[in-house]
């Protein structure tokens, strides 16, 4: 079984101050996500897999480092006496050793960086997604900004094909021969995806966007670059 959980998800009611979501929505996916590792959900259910989707994933590995320390901590927390906080049900293993097998992440806001740092959040957990139709998303310029982030990171062609397709089909129980014929008519190939393009073609890129009222997806695009 495979659950999906939304980027933001269980953020509460912010009234006249709906902005601040933004400023939250990294926090609530990185609590949603160590609250099911830490807990021993996988422990108890080896079979279930889950994702965190509409989600940039460069705060993965701070976080998962983060949950080691927590979890380490509160394993010797509990062999203390007498003991402050008693935690029996934590998960057996490191929490980021869960992270692959049971947990992926939806890339679905791109940016340079995340693809550059797809080794420490790990390329058999990354989805590449177009998050239509939010005005932070790529769609509409997929190939370029394919290129503009897995071409310029120099992605592998088997690291691609997990990116684009096999984590998700992995995660979904998709069928991928049953997709072939569809992927040959409509594309993109891997050669177009993996093209380097110029610093000059990803300037006109994200101007495109912003001039189409996209300034979102280019600046969000442009973190770390």
């Not at 933001?8 to 009611?13: D, F, S, V």
């Not at 550059?116 to 900004?145: K, N």
Request: aromatic share 8%.
């Amino acid at each position: 079984m495979s659950i999906n959980f939304h980027g933001g998800n269980g953020q509460p009611e912010l009234g006249a101050h709906e902005g601040l979501h933004g400023l939250d929505h990294g926090f609530f996916a990185r609590r949603c996500i160590a609250h099911m590792i830490v807990s021993g959900v996988f422990d108890r259910f080896p079979d279930l897999q889950a994702t965190m989707t509409e989600s940039m994933a460069s705060w993965v590995p701070p976080a998962l480092h983060d949950m080691d320390v927590g979890w380490e901590a509160m394993n010797a927390q509990n062999a203390r006496k007498p003991v402050l906080m008693r935690d029996d049900a934590l998960c057996e293993r490191p929490p980021s050793s869960y992270w692959g097998p049971s947990f992926y992440i939806g890339v679905s806001v791109v940016n340079l960086h995340e693809m550059q740092q797809r080794y420490e959040i790990g390329v058999d957990t990354m989805m590449y997604g177009l998050d239509y139709p939010h005005p932070e998303g790529p769609w509409g310029q997929s190939r370029t900004w394919m290129q503009a982030s897995l071409g310029k990171a120099g992605v592998r062609e088997d690291e691609a094909r997990k990116i684009l397709a096999e984590n998700a089909a992995r995660l979904y129980h998709v069928d991928l021969d049953a997709l072939q014929p569809v992927v040959e008519r409509v594309g993109p190939t891997l050669d177009e995806v993996l093209q380097v393009p110029a610093d000059d073609e990803v300037d006109r890129l994200l101007d495109e966007m912003r001039a189409a009222g996209r300034e979102l997806a280019a600046r969000q695009f442009s973190i770390g670059r």
